[in-house]
């Protein structure tokens, strides 16, 4: 089975409105952290935010917002008021383990993004 | 300026000429990793090292070879390699321990060509 499952290939939104990337994952451990990146077109791998399966609050940096829902295995990145740039792969990912030390990242398949103005 | 850099960033070959892809980072990290995207199946992890002389199979580390014999060092061999290894090679690193333990920091990408 699948550890992260990115189920939108693709997904057209319009500048300034807000969108949804999915995320679900699969672990049966405790301690988890999720994470998502971005992939610009000149192809870098960008952290864009983190949440850990303890936190008590859903992650937000600047415009992005992790929408956390434990029980649904669901960690869903929200963007706020799309822009040009934001156009790019999103990839989910997610570290097992925590509490037993240093793991590895198991990534999705990912989820193009293009913002149209 | 803290980074994980890669060379070459563009390599074409031919079937079977052994090539090194080496991987550089300059923040002390402990762990590093070799990824491979391909276009559908996301990044895949090639093979991993916790430490200096330890190293680990990630999902996909048939046709590599890599090595670890310094901490800033963490190079990917392709012993002969086949066109079923062209693709965006990543490297990343990570502390284990303190404020990032959490983020992976990755280089800018080599994307190689087996002809």
């Known amino acids: 089975a699948q550890k992260i499952t990115q189920t939108q290939p693709g997904m057209f939104v319009q500048e300034k409105e807000a969108v949804t990337l999915d995320c679900t994952y699969d672990t049966s451990d405790p301690s988890y952290g999720l994470f998502w990146y971005k992939q610009p077109s000149s192809g870098e791998m960008i952290f864009l935010i983190y949440q850990g399966s303890y936190d008590q609050q859903n992650a937000t940096e600047g415009r992005y917002s992790l929408n956390f829902q434990k029980a649904r295995k669901s960690a869903n990145l929200v963007i706020s008021a799309s822009q040009l740039g934001d156009s790019a792969m999103y990839f989910c990912a997610m570290r097992e383990g925590l509490d037993s030390g240093y793991s590895t990242l198991t990534f999705g398949k990912g989820t193009m993004l293009l913002v149209s103005p | 300026e803290a980074q994980v850099t890669q060379n070459p960033r563009y390599l074409i070959t031919v079937t079977g000429k052994k090539l090194t892809v080496t991987c550089s980072q300059n923040m002390n990290h402990e762990y590093m990793s070799w990824y491979r995207q391909d276009p559908g199946l996301g990044l895949r992890q090639i093979y991993y090292s916790m430490n200096v002389e330890v190293t680990d199979k990630g999902d996909v580390p048939e046709g590599y070879k890599v090595s670890r014999k310094e901490k800033r060092n963490f190079p990917l061999i392709l012993e002969s390699p086949s066109p079923n290894q062209t693709s965006l090679y990543f490297c990343?690193?990570?502390?284990?321990?303190?404020?990032?333990?959490?983020?992976?920091?990755f280089g800018p990408g080599t994307r190689l060509t087996v002809l």
């Open positions: 990343a690193s990570s502390p284990t321990s303190g404020v990032h333990y959490n983020e992976q920091f």
